[in-house]
Structure formats: structure tokens, C-alpha cells
């Protein structure tokens, strides 16, 4: 056996040379968020600071207002969403999972539709925007992205149908459960991974959305953090302009270094609690992958 | 006695109802979100007027294509699209295949889980992110391979966002970079599903490592390489918005090598108010796709029934 393993020295250093790559950036990122900008002008965005400092972080600070009404925008739908997702989801799947549904096919390949033909992005827009009146409103950052195009969906109703025996649904309704009760205390308990994992995927999609701020909103009150780290990514003096957090700002800010601490402070809440989801994250794409 | 008609059929609602009205915020949210804007194709071939409504505007047939077509755009978009998509779609599966197989050969499980997390860190940050991380390599004045890299090996800066010639690299690179992760973990997965017994008895039959992989590893995931590649096909009309948009700033010199057609959809419809001809190359984006994934899995069906979507 071991004559046969690949040699781990040179598995390692393509793994080391693969984990470089991926940090690289950012490491340089956050570095520049420490570094005094006029090192940024003559040196450039560096891996380690030539002179630190915080100047960026402290004049960030001085616009929390404006950073905290983001991040509280951002938190809120992240948290909207993913709970009003999942439950119309599982509430959509679950039906769609027995067999003894009527219309069962039919009512599967309505979801199955939505993934293979789209009106596009106009028409879309249009409804949302002239029929349902959303532009501007906190829900066109919810609804679009409530159930993905129906990909989560089927996922759902795989994992149901293949883990839940039929005979424990039989006996509990024999026995005079209501539907909504063996649905609620038998299915969602044994359904834990596929929900945990759609629920990760809703969250990732929720906390990173960017686009339906940028086609629905032009109200910076409404910005998620995603929307401003945007208008600063394009705008660099977005913040000052607008002066969103209503105080007095520096006349001469260090924009280079503020711009890469707005990135850090963006990704950070990632960061911080990937180590404790990457396990489900990973078990959860496992899941979807072998089920296809 | 043997029921026939509505009554059984009525009865069996009754029985399901409660089925039934569990599905009622799904099936309405599809509604809203998905099937009102399959009807609202009509707009392509409307002049549309708000005037007078979506419903009210005058129908103009086919005028909206003809002129989407006329222009030169229509190629560049349509080669764009198609040829970033066919090496995202080769270079993101060599390299996820390649990188799960070895990283299924790592023998310490604490440094296979910790590259795990690492590779798949790009994947779950935004493209808004991507965009600030490229910024910081390429930016004119204070971008690391301007000021730092470049003059190592004696070269001169380079205005990158104004040099269309980089980016075809440029996109697939930061491409790969973010998705392969993704793409490795499920192969990964594919991968620990085959059974143990088939490479006991390939070691004990004096098989290498390398006939290992090509004759039992490969053929055995092949399903799911299968799957996912005619995914990317069905979908080689569309492109991931947020990398054409965010990763080249939207860079106006770029747009020859970095608009692909739903950055030109975005435009027509966002910057332009051009509503008739963005429609237009957003259903022809549509119809395309759709005939696209009806065939790739109609010729994977042929072949083999197991691997085919539907």
C-alpha cells in the first residue's frame, strides 16, 4: 500500500503553492488597510506596511452612522430572507415529495421550468418595479432572491423523499395527525442537514447581494453593506460626497486605505464565522453533489 | 361500485388540501418572480411607451431584433459570452478534478480539511470584494504590480483598466480563482463515494497510482462531471453579472473584450433606457439557452439515460 501513495512532499507543496494563491490578496487587503496613505501613494498597496496606522479605521469610525445602517440593513434581510426562503421552500418541497400528491408531476415541473427558460432581466425588473412598486422599499433587496429559481426547491424535495419513510407518514396521519403537525414534528426535525445547508446557502446569497441594491435602490438610507462597499469601489469619495453619517469629516482623508478597511470590514463577519459553518457547508454541497 | 368523473377527483382535493395550501406562497412566489416575466417577453417585441403601459404600447414585430442584430455589438456580446464560458467551463473542471483527486491523497486529514477551507474561502466572499482585491494588484497608482512586482523584474507600469489585451486573462484568472473551490468540494465528494474495494483489488493487481486514477477515479465520478458540465453548458448563454461589471469597474475602454450580453442588457435597460433592444438580446439570451439545454441533454440522454438532467 505504501509503494502506492502518491508522494505527500509534493502533494503538500502543491497545496501550499494553491493556499499562497487564495490568501494572497487578502493578505495584501487587509494589510493596506493598516498602512499610512502616504505610503500607499509612493510605495503602493504593500504586504507589510511601512509605516502602520489606523487613520483609516478611525476615520471610518466617524461614519458608523452610516456603517451601522448598512450593516443593519444587511443583517436584516440576511435574516428575512433566509427564514422566509427556507420556510416557503420546505413548505413547497414537502408536498411536492409524496407520491400520492395529485398533480404531482405537473406541479414538479412548474418548479423544474423555472430553471431551464427566464423572461430576462427587463421584464423583471418592469414587473417589480411598475406593477408591485418596489424600488426603494426594503422588500426589493427580500423577494428576488427568496427561492433561487427553484434549484434549492428540488433539492428539498429529494432529501424528503429519499430520507423520510413513507410509513411514519402513514401511521402519524392513521393516528390523526393534521398534515401541518407531521410536517412540523416529524419532517422538519428529520430534515435538519438539507435545511442547515439550504439555509447556509440563503445566508451567503443574502449577506453578498449586491445586484438588486444596485437595480432597486438609489436611496443611500437603503444601502446594504454590499451598496456602499459598491459606490465606493467606483466612487472613492462615495462617503464624503454623501455625507451619510451627518458629521464633521477630516478635509483631506486617506481614501486609498479607507476604501481597502471598507473591504475588510465587509468580509469580515464571513471570516469570523466560516470556521464553524465550513463543516455543514461542506456536508451540504456533498448532499446536493450526490444527489446531482 | 367504480367512481367515475369529478367526484373522485374532488374528493382527493379534499383529502390533499391541507398539501395543497402548503404550496400556495411557493407556487405564488414563482408566479410573481418567474412565470409574470416569462410573459413579459412580449416586450421585445413592443416599442414600449409608459405612457401607454406595457400592454398598451404599440407592437413593432420584429423591429427591436433587427436592430440588436444590425449592430456589431450582437457579435462581440455573443463571442464574448461563448468563448469566456468555454474556458471557464474547461479550466474550472481540470483544475477542480485535479485538485480533489489530490487532495483525496493527502494523508493527514487535519491539513486536507484545512486546504479544504481555504480553497473555498474566494468562493463565499462577494464579487464586490473581488473587485476591491483586483483593484488593489492593478491599480494604476498604487496597485501591487505596478509599483512593486513589475519594477522587479525591470518592467514599466501598466494602465491596466485602459489595456483591453490583459483581460481576457485577467477575468479568467479571478474566474477560476473564485469558483474552482466550489467545483473541487463536490467532486471531492464524488470522489469519497467510490467504494474502497475497487482500489484494494487495483493494488493487489500491481496497479499504479496514476492507473488508479485514469482507470477506477475518473470513470467512477464521470456521472457527476457529467452533470455538472451540462449545467455550465445549458447556462453558456448567461455570465456571471457581478464579474463583467464589478472585476473591470465597468471600465468604458474594456467593454470590446469585457461585455458579454447580460452586461449589455444591464446597460440597455439601467444606463441607456433602451428597453426595446435590451429585451430583445435578453430573450434571445433566454431562447438560446433554453434550446441549448434541451440539446446538450438530449445528446447525454442518448448515450446514456443515468447522466442525462431529464
Redesign the interface.
Known sequence: MKTNDMNQTVVHAIFIILVVLCLFPFVLLIMSSFTEESAIVSNGYSFWPSEFSLDAYSYLWIQKAAMFNSYGITILITIIGTFVGLLISALLAYPLSRRDLPMRSLLSFLVFFTLLFNGGLVPTYLIYTEVFHMKNTLMALIIPGLLTNGFFILLIRTFFANSIPVQIIESAYIDGATEFKIFYRMVLPLSLPILATIGLMLTINYWNDWFNGLIYITEPKLFSIQNLLNRMLVNIQFLQQNNLGGQQIAANPPMNSVRMAMAVIGILPLILIYPFFQKYFVKGLTIGAVKG | MVQTGWTP?FK??KR?R???L??V???A??I??????????V??FKDIN?AKG?LGSDWVGFKNFEYLFKTADAFIITRNTILYNVSFIILNTGMAIT?AI??N???SKL?ARF????????F??????V???????L?A????L???LLPMFGMEPISWYFEPKYWPYILTIVQV?KST??LC???L??I??VDHEYYEAA?IDG???WQ?IRTITVPLIA??IT?MTLLAI?RIFYSD??LFY?VP??SGPLQPVTDVI?TY??R???TLGD?GM??AA??Y??LV??IL??LSNYIVSRRNKENAL?
Open positions: 377527483f382527493k382535493l390533499y391541507a398539501l395543497f402548503m404550496m406562497p411557493g407556487i412566489y414563482l410573481i418572480n418567474n412565470y409574470l416575466p416569462m410573459f413579459g417577453v416586450i421585445a409608459y406595457i485538485i489530490l487532495l491523497e493527502i494523508r491539513m486546504y479544504q477551507s481555504v480553497i473555498l474561502l474566494p463565499l466572499i462577494s464579487m464586490v470584494i473587485g476591491y482585491l483586483v483593484l488593489s494588484m491599480s497608482e498604487s496597485g501591487y505596478n509599483l512593486n480563482w473551490g466550489y468540494v463536490i467532486f465528494a464524488a469519497i463515494g493494488t496497479a499504479s497510482k488508479q456521472p457527476t452533470i445549458g453579472f457581478g464589478q469597474l465597468n447580460d442588457v444591464y440597455g435597460l439601467m428597453i435590451s429585451s435578453g430573450l439570451q433566454s439557452g433554453f439545454v434541451l431529464f
